[in-house]
């Protein structure tokens, strides 16, 4: 069995749905098809949460009645039936009657992930309202009866496995089946979230919970490239990647990929492939445990990070100083993406503000602290790229009129990070596509 996930734009507009159906009939295969919502849903239900949660009724409703507008014409567009077009304006009318009735109930927390997983629930319900138009058997999964989060939010392949194989044993002679990427249920049993572009991650602990033998990524891009070609011109897709490279990659900002979307697909060992829903025969981008070649592959960019410097005399030559430190970034749940020290001086990288202002508090005793915002960490990722000849040396000539705050070398053997003003973001990744990859 194979997982197919595909994203926003795959399943944005109603050729691009008869595409998919293609795609997921072509084989004998059975296949877990997994579905996003259809592009800029997600982003109009954040606005329409947002505006709820501001108390704006008003532009709650405005927004939620433009959205419905666009499934609407979706569906006339979609569905040539009779029969076909009034299942679809069935599933559009529940789904926005719901959003309605949610405008009069107080706002909460619970209420916005409820108003988020209509996009799945929709895009999910719609094709297979289109595949039974065109008589191809198959099944709906619900996601919000096998994806699940525990209390710190994480999810458990072990219990996805177990509820999902229940579902499947009760569908044992059918083959295609289709699910909702990004929606769960959370430890409290309500509707939850994987995070925005978590539908990668539905995806691939699927895969690992079904032992599937492959978990194909389809996007509207040939796979990974070796830049983000949102920023920089002239890019190229990347072959092969090894799950750790593929990893560094997703973490520090590379958006094909949801930064947690590894990981389950790694550790039970199942490839994934990125391939492009728009030109199907390209051979995008296998990710196995072989990295397939060494050197640098790829660079990507991830904002929104802020360096905390703790200056202290007392570091020197003392022992426990960093466990102490590092036990106040725990408490507060707060992970640190880049470290670096000398004998008086620690610099880390957060990208979660939330604890900022405690942290803070708490790291005061230790020396000085020193707090700024507005940096990008800009991750060089490629198998053994610590010991490929020159590395530094092409790294820094190519960055010569950038002023670098932070270096990582040697953490791990296929990273190089480096921390930049977000302001010099764009210029280091175009500098980084002509001195390492010959890219102008
Ligand atoms: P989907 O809706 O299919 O999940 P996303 O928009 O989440 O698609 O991810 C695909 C997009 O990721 C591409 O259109 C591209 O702009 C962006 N992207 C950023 N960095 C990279 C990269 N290194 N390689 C390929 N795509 C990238
Ligand atoms: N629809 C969700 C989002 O836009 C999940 C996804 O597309 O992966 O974030
Ligand atoms: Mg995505």
Redesign the pocket.
């Known amino acids: 069995m194979k997982v197919m ?6 399943v944005g507009r109603p050729e691009r749905m008869q595409q998919v159906k293609e795609l997921i009939t072509k084989g004998d295969e059975p296949v877990i098809t997994v579905l ?1 919502a259809l ?1 800029g849903t997600t982003n109009a239900l954040v606005s329409i949460g947002d505006a709820m949660a501001e108390g704006n009724r008003e532009l709650a409703k405005e927004n939620i009645d433009k959205l419905e507008a666009h499934y609407q014409t979706f569906i006339k567009d979609l569905l040539k039936s009779e029969k076909g077009y009034s299942r679809g304006k069935n599933i559009v009318s529940e789904h926005f009657e719901f959003l309605n009735i949610i405008l009069k109930i107080s706002f909460s927390e619970a209420l916005s992930k409820d108003i988020l997983a209509q996009g799945e629930l929709l895009s999910t319900k719609l094709f297979s309202a289109y595949l039974e138009e065109n008589n191809i058997d198959h099944v709906l999964l619900p996601a919000l009866e096998f994806m699940s989060i525990d209390a710190d939010d994480e999810p458990q392949v072990a219990t996805i496995r177990q509820r999902l194989s229940a579902l499947l044993s009760q569908h044992k002679n059918k083959k295609l089946f289709i699910t909702q990427g990004y929606i769960c249920r959370n430890a409290r049993g309500e509707v939850d979230n994987l995070k925005r ?1 978590g ?2 991650y539905s995806a691939s602990l699927i895969a690992a919970a079904i032992n599937a033998s492959v978990c194909e ?5 040939d ?8 920023v920089v011109k002239k ?1 190229r ?2 072959e092969q990647l090894s799950f750790e490279e593929a990893a560094e ?1 997703a973490y520090f ?6 930064p947690a979307s590894i990981w389950p697909a790694q550790f039970y060992k199942v490839p994934v492939k ?1 391939l492009n ?1 728009m030109q199907p025969s390209a051979a995008g981008t296998l990710i196995a445990e072989q990295a397939g070649s060494v050197g640098a592959k ?3 960019a991830k904002d929104g990070i802020i360096s905390i410097n703790i200056k202290s005399s007392r570091m020197l030559l003392a022992y426990g100083f960093l466990r102490k430190i590092f036990e106040v970034f725990e408490k507060y749940k707060t992970s640190i993406d880049m470290i670096t020290t000398s004998e008086v001086a620690v610099s880390v990288t957060i990208d979660n503000k939330i604890h900022l202002k405690q942290i803070v508090k708490e790291l005061e005793p230790f020396g000085t602290i020193g707090v700024e915002s507005d940096f990008t960490i800009i991750s060089v990722v490629g198998n053994e790229i610590s010991q490929t000849p020159h590395i530094l040396k092409n790294l820094f000539e190519s960055l010569e009129p950038v002023p670098v705050r932070m270096v990582s070398y040697g953490g791990s053997k296929h990273n190089i990070s480096l921390l930049v003003p977000s302001t010099e973001k764009t210029k280091t990744l175009q500098l980084l596509n002509k001195g390492l990859f010959g890219l102008d």
């Open positions: 996930k595909f994203g926003g734009t795959s996003s592009s572009g539908s990668d990524i389809w996007t509207d891009i796979g990974m490239h070796n830049n983000d070609p949102r890019t897709p990347v990659l900002g590379a958006k094909i990929l949801h990125l829903t790829a660079v990507a």
